[in-house]
Nanobody, 127 residues
Framework: QVQLVESGGGSVQAGGSLRLSCAASGDPFDHVCVAWFRQAPGKEREGVAAISTSGFTTWYSDSVKGRFTISRENTKNLASLQMNTLTPEDTAIYYC????????????????????WGQGTQVTVSS
């Protein structure tokens, strides 16, 4: 079992930056794949970034590639999402998610393998 708690959301103007954090507890953090998802009102949940257990490999959706950076610090049980050059289209609730590496390899941007989810943090970008 892994418990995830996100923080760092807020309101920002277009072009600004935010850094989201995901604090984990429970099972060893370096045994889980981690990703960030977002869900805007009326839209499906979208995977935006994923990271390997070591942190050396990352994956991004086309919508955020070059603007967002996912990272993790296993010694601190912490994952982060640095979001730069934000646009109003980035407005959503952002979720941290994880699943054990025994399920499948890391790098999934679809919600289905993720069985641990945080409560979400709101990000609002105004024009």
């Amino acid at each position: 079992q892994v418990q995830l708690v996100e923080s760092g959301g807020g309101s920002v103007q277009a072009g600004g930056s935010l850094r989201l954090s995901c604090a984990a507890s429970g099972d060893p953090f370096d045994h889980v794949c981690v990703a960030w998802f977002r869900q805007a009102p009326g839209k499906e949940r979208e995977g935006v970034a994923a990271i390997s257990t070591s942190g050396f490999t990352t994956w991004y959706s086309d919508s955020v590639k070059g603007r967002f950076t996912i990272s993790r610090e296993n010694t601190k049980n912490l994952a982060s999402l640095q979001m730069n050059t934000l646009t109003p289209e980035d407005t959503a609730i952002y979720y941290c998610a994880a699943y054990p590496t025994t399920v499948r390899s890391c790098g999934n941007l679809s919600p289905s393998p993720y069985n641990f989810w945080g409560q979400g943090t709101q990000v609002t970008v105004s024009s």
